[in-house]
């Protein structure tokens, strides 16, 4: 039973460079979400998706880029990372039909953009 | 536009010593109030859901409380393992979640 998985751990960006950020999760979820969290902020929504096909944007899109070809998948792109970007970022799965009990995280991806 | 607060940020205790935290939420119609447990370096773990006024839920030492504006995470006779940033969140629609900042607990032996 893996969850959601999130690839890389680690990663350190130079300004400028683009990447993807991986989220699977194999628990068949419809509704997947992608969050940064910075210090002091409490997780913010980037982006979120309801279902295979589509998504929408949360509290901070600008910078990134979703797609949700699969219900498995939601890999979440940086366009041109910028340092504003450095943060630790979170994709969270759950299912409509048990949205009472709320998201299941990835243990996360810490960028850093130099 | 929704917003969610926590109080306090930080809370040290000693073994044993009961204390609350404190979310305080401004919603449009809620759809559900969330407590989540995070450990360093570790994604956030689901606690509770409270979904009207009044409701309670328990787990071990903590207990979940919710109100018309705030909820309460009461945490009873607390051990260093309880030691965590708890977040609270409130349901904005269909997988879209607002998450509060996060109180950060120490509690010493």
């Known amino acids: 039973n893996a969850g959601v998985t999130q690839t890389p751990k680690f990663q350190v960006l130079k300004t400028g460079q683009s990447m993807t950020l991986q989220c699977a999760q194999d628990?068949?979820?419809?509704?997947m979400s992608w969050y940064r969290q910075d210090p002091g902020m409490g997780l913010r929504l980037i982006h979120y998706?309801?279902?295979?096909?589509?998504?929408d944007q949360g509290e901070v899109p600008n910078g990134y880029n979703v797609s949700r070809s699969t219900t498995e998948d939601f890999p979440l792109r940086l366009l041109s990372a910028a340092p504003s970007q450095t943060s630790v970022y979170f994709c969270?799965?759950?299912?409509?039909?048990?949205?009472?009990?709320?998201?299941?995280f990835g243990s996360g991806t810490r960028l850093t953009v130099v | 536009e929704d917003q969610v607060t926590q109080s306090p940020e930080a809370l040290r205790l000693q073994e044993g010593e009961s204390s609350s935290l404190n979310c305080s939420y401004t919603?449009?119609?809620?759809?559900?109030l969330f407590w989540y447990r995070q450990d360093p370096g570790k994604g956030p773990e689901f606690l509770f859901t409270?979904?009207?006024a009044g409701e309670e839920k328990e787990k071990e030492r903590l207990k979940a409380t919710l109100t018309k504006k705030e909820s309460f995470l009461h945490i009873t006779a607390p051990k260093p393992e309880d030691s965590a940033t708890y977040l609270c969140?409130?349901?904005?629609?269909?997988?879209?979640?607002?998450f509060g900042a996060g109180t950060q607990v120490v509690v010493t032996p």
């Open positions: 919603v449009s119609g809620l759809r559900g």
């Open positions: 998706s309801v279902g295979a096909g589509i998504t």
């Open positions: 409270l979904y009207s």
């Open positions: 969140a409130v349901r904005e629609s269909w997988g879209k979640f607002q």
């Open positions: 969270a799965s759950s299912a409509r039909d048990k949205s009472l009990y709320g998201y299941t």
């Open positions: 628990m068949n979820h419809e509704y």
